[in-house]
C-alpha cells in the first residue's frame, strides 16, 4: 500500500472520529493529515511527510485555539430571561453574611443570594442576573 493512502485512511479516520465526537479540533488534524497525504503524492521521504503533517497539523490546531479563545463566548442558559423569568427582577438585600452570601425573601420563600463577583456590595438594590441550582446570583442594580 502506498504511503499516501495510508495517509488518506488516517485523514478519514479522523473526520469521522470528528464526527463522533463533535470536537473540532481533529478537523484541524485531519488538515495535517492530508497535508501529509499531498507530500506522499510529491515523493516527499516520510520523515518530511511526517514533518509536515505534525506542523501543519499543530498550527492549524493552534490557530484555531487562539480564534476560538478570543472570541466572547455564549452566555450561560441559565442567565437568559427567555429560559428563565426571574431574571431581570429587582431584589432588596438587607445584609450580607460574613460567607458572601445573602438570605432574602423572592417570590414569596427565601432565596440564597450571591453576587457574581462573589464580593458583596453592601446593603441595597439588586437585579437577579441568573440561577445556580436554588441561589440567586445578583449584580448592583
Known amino acids: 500500500m502506498a504511503d499516501s493512502t495510508i495517509w488518506w485512511l488516517l485523514t478519514g479516520a479522523a473526520v469521522v472520529l470528528e464526527l ?12 495535517g493529515l492530508a497535508a501529509g497525504a499531498l507530500s506522499a503524492h510529491l515523493g516527499l ?20 485555539y487562539f480564534i476560538r479563545r478570543r472570541r466572547p463566548s455564549d452566555p450561560s442558559v441559565r442567565s437568559l430571561r427567555s429560559v428563565n423569568l426571574d431574571v431581570g427582577e429587582i431584589i432588596q438585600i438587607e445584609a450580607w453574611q460574613p460567607d458572601g ?3 432574602v ?20 438594590s439588586y ?4 440561577l445556580v441550582g436554588n441561589k440567586l446570583v445578583v449584580e448592583k442594580a
Not at 470536537?23 to 485531519?30: D, E, G, P
Not at 521521504?45 to 484555531?64: E, F, K, R, Y
Not at 437585579?127 to 441568573?130: D, L
Open 127 to 130: 437585579r437577579v442576573a441568573e
Open 20 to 31: 463522533l465526537t463533535g470536537t473540532f479540533y481533529l478537523l484541524m488534524l485531519a488538515i
Open 101 to 103: 452570601t445573602a438570605s
Open 105 to 124: 425573601r423572592y417570590r414569596g420563600a427565601q432565596w440564597q443570594a450571591m453576587t457574581r463577583s462573589g464580593q458583596p456590595e453592601g446593603s441595597g
Open 45 to 64: 521521504g516520510l520523515t518530511a511527510q511526517l514533518v509536515l503533517a505534525a506542523v501543519v497539523g499543530s498550527v492549524t490546531t493552534a490557530v484555531l
